[in-house]
């Protein structure tokens, strides 16, 4: 059973920076793509970032392009989110995702490509 937690979300002032952490209960971690999705109010959950297997391939959305850093070390089973430049159009939960591959090279985008989530930590940005 795969289990993701996420931690380090809060409440930042608009210009203030974040890092969430997933912390992963699984066995080989390096097997696994994960990525980083938000889902603010009454809207759509959204990807934010993703992470191939070695951590040698990322993919941003275009809204956090430059801003955000998406990271990993198998060795401790976590990948993080850095966030800089908060703006209050980032408040949202932020949910850590994981699929098990076979050696791939993928970076993975769509909700539906993940098979694992986590409960989600909130972060808030006020202006």
């Known amino acids: 059973q795969v289990q993701l937690a996420e931690s380090g979300g809060g409440l930042v002032q608009a210009g203030g920076s974040l890092r969430l952490s997933c912390a992963a209960s699984?066995?080989?971690?390096?097997?696994?793509?994960m990525g980083w999705f938000r889902q603010a109010l009454g809207k759509e959950r959204e990807f934010v970032a993703g992470i191939s297997q070695s951590g040698t391939r990322t993919y941003y959305a275009d809204s956090v392009k430059g801003r955000f850093t998406i990271s990993r070390d198998n060795a401790k089973n976590t990948v993080w989110l850095q966030m800089n430049s908060l703006k209050p159009e980032d408040t949202a939960v932020y949910y850590c995702?994981?699929?098990?591959?076979?050696?791939?090279?993928?970076?993975?985008?769509?909700?539906?490509?993940?098979?694992?989530w986590g409960q989600g930590t909130q972060v808030t940005v006020s202006s």
């Open positions: 699984v066995r080989s971690f390096s097997w696994y793509v």
């Open positions: 995702a994981a699929d098990r591959q076979l050696l791939s090279s993928s970076v993975y985008s769509e909700p539906a490509e993940y098979d694992y």
